[in-house]
């Protein structure tokens, strides 16, 4: 079997749309959408991510600030900042872009950023709220990859998910959002013992270990869909996924590539929950 290439840039661009009219609805009623982006340090990839969402408003329509802060900040200046945007009307959603620098407690800094603000759905409120099926931002990649397999037509209730990898960001939460709607789900970790006995039963497997080429054609079943959320140098410095996709893509009845797969719909959700924190405040 040849798989169907989920193609992610374009159904991010479809989202992008129906997002960019409902902006402009806002505004026509006086409330244009803001986020604000805090970017402490240097961190290279970090800076490349935070233009991009920056690009994204501003293609959107929605109002955009970017924090750019020193390495060297203290904790208490970086929440101080955050209790400021916490209070400004004219920002809908906050951002700070993660890794943070050694000496700042990501939690606390997650914690300070206020849950209606919380659009990258890191605020353990947010959390709580997704795992017992509340309304609540939803964090931005897990929301991306159910938003592909839906405008794929592919159907989650019933089947088994087995999602290989368990961050914060987005392994434990993607296994949440499958299991809210009716999956079968298992985890798998780098301490998973005959990972191969697991992921061959799935229907769906999230590839989400941050390892290049990790998930081979033998982790896979013949027909199954395979999400690729990794964003990994080869050894040749060449842009590649946590699956090895030449291999896999020949038994895989669907599959996402790298670049272009999953990548694209993370912003895509980000912008879509500055939208709907920016709706929310009209019925406050
Ligand atoms: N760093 C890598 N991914 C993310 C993300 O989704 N949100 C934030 N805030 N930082 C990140």
Not at 6 to 23: C, F, H, P, R
Not at 219 to 247: M, P, Q, S
Request: glycine share 8%.
């Amino acid at each position: 079997m040849t798989a169907v290439i989920i193609n992610g840039k374009e159904i991010a661009s479809k989202k992008k749309a129906e997002i960019a009219q409902e902006v402009q609805k806002l505004r026509d009623l006086g409330i244009t959408p803001g986020l604000a982006v805090i970017l402490v340090g240097d961190n290279h990839a970090s800076r490349t991510y935070v233009k991009n969402k920056e690009k994204t408003c501003r293609e959107l329509g929605m109002h955009s600030i970017l924090i750019e802060l020193p390495e060297t900040v203290s904790q208490e200046e970086l929440l101080m900042k955050i209790e400021e945007l916490n209070g400004d009307p004219a920002i809908h959603g906050i951002l700070v872009q993660l890794p943070l620098p050694k000496h700042i407690d990501e939690t606390k800094v997650i914690e300070s950023i206020s849950p209606y603000k919380d659009v990258d759905g890191f605020h353990p409120i947010n959390i709580g709220r997704m795992m017992t099926g509340q309304d609540a931002f939803l964090p931005c990649t897990p929301y991306g990859i159910m938003v592909l397999l839906e405008e794929s037509g592919i159907s989650i209730e019933g089947k088994h998910v087995v999602v290989v990898g368990r961050s914060n960001i987005v392994g434990k939460p993607v296994g949440q959002l499958f299991l809210n709607q009716h999956a079968t789900v298992t985890y798998c970790h780098s301490r998973t013992k005959d990972l191969t006995f697991h992921t061959s039963q799935a229907d769906i497997i999230i590839a989400a270990v941050g390892i290049a080429n990790f998930i081979k054609a033998e982790h896979v079943k013949e027909g199954a869909v395979v999400i690729d959320v990794g964003i990994n140098r080869n050894e040749t410095g060449k842009l590649c996924g946590d699956v090895a996709y030449d291999e896999v893509s020949e038994k895989a009845g669907f599959i996402t590539p790298v670049p272009g797969g999953v990548g694209p719909m993370t912003i895509t959700m980000l912008m879509f929950n500055t939208l709907k924190s920016a709706k929310n405040t009209l019925h406050s």
